[in-house]
């Protein structure tokens, strides 16, 4: 009988040493606040235009509108400050060629247009032929693509591109992404190689664009 009552007192002894170390962990209350990105729209001018949608005061029509979408008469391209911009000065800049008067001359176009084939179209801004229904970039595009070729041939650049308003350059480093820039060069944000739901509004807005590389 002894025995047993000591074997029932070590018993309780180990119930109540076990009970002692379980403890019910609170469950971990979630801490992290999500990132409240800016919204965009969120930032109009003293015109009511939204600048971050790509929207600009035009003075001359009295409205807001998109520069390269619509053409603001007495609009004034801003200084560019070439100084900021990625150029390799190992490499001799080359002279533009000057158009001559005959390259100029009206038939000359009609020449070009009458070399497109079937099922094909003339597009002045690209000087080339495209697929009937394939999008020809308004003249806001060959004002920009003249800022953007300073990138072309620069360092760990891969390819350049206009999209709207910017200047898109996609680098030759693995997960380094793609840069945007203004057309002034004074303003430039980076869009990492995630994920569409991660990215910010500025690259998803940026990414949705129509692009035309830049050659």
Do not use: N
Not at 146 to 169: H, L, M, N, R, T
């Amino acid at each position: 009988m002894k025995k047993i009552l000591v074997i029932l007192f070590f018993i309780l002894m180990l119930l109540m040493i076990g009970c002692e170390h379980m403890k019910v962990q609170p469950a971990k209350e979630d801490t992290l606040d999500e990132a409240v990105q800016p919204l965009v729209g969120g930032d109009r001018d003293e015109h009511g235009c939204i600048p971050s949608a790509g929207y600009m005061w035009c003075e001359s029509k009295q409205k807001c509108l998109r520069i390269w979408e619509e053409d603001c008469p007495g609009y004034e391209k801003p200084e560019i400050k070439t100084a900021e911009a990625p150029v390799d000065t190992s490499v001799e800049p080359v002279e533009k060629k000057e158009e001559t008067p005959a390259e100029k001359t009206e038939p000359a176009k009609h020449e070009a247009i009458a070399k497109c084939e079937p099922g094909y179209e003339w597009c002045e801004t690209l000087k080339k032929c495209l697929v009937q229904g394939e999008e020809c970039p308004t003249e806001a595009y060959v004002r920009i693509a003249e800022v953007a070729k300073q990138f072309i041939g620069a360092k760990d650049v891969d390819s350049v591109y206009v999209c709207g308003p910017y200047i898109k350059v996609v680098s030759k480093l693995v997960g380094a992404g793609v840069t945007y820039h203004s057309e002034d060069l004074r303003r430039k944000f980076t869009c990492p190689v995630i994920a569409p739901e991660h990215m910010s509004d500025e690259c998803k807005q940026a990414m949705g664009m129509k692009c035309f590389e830049v050659k």
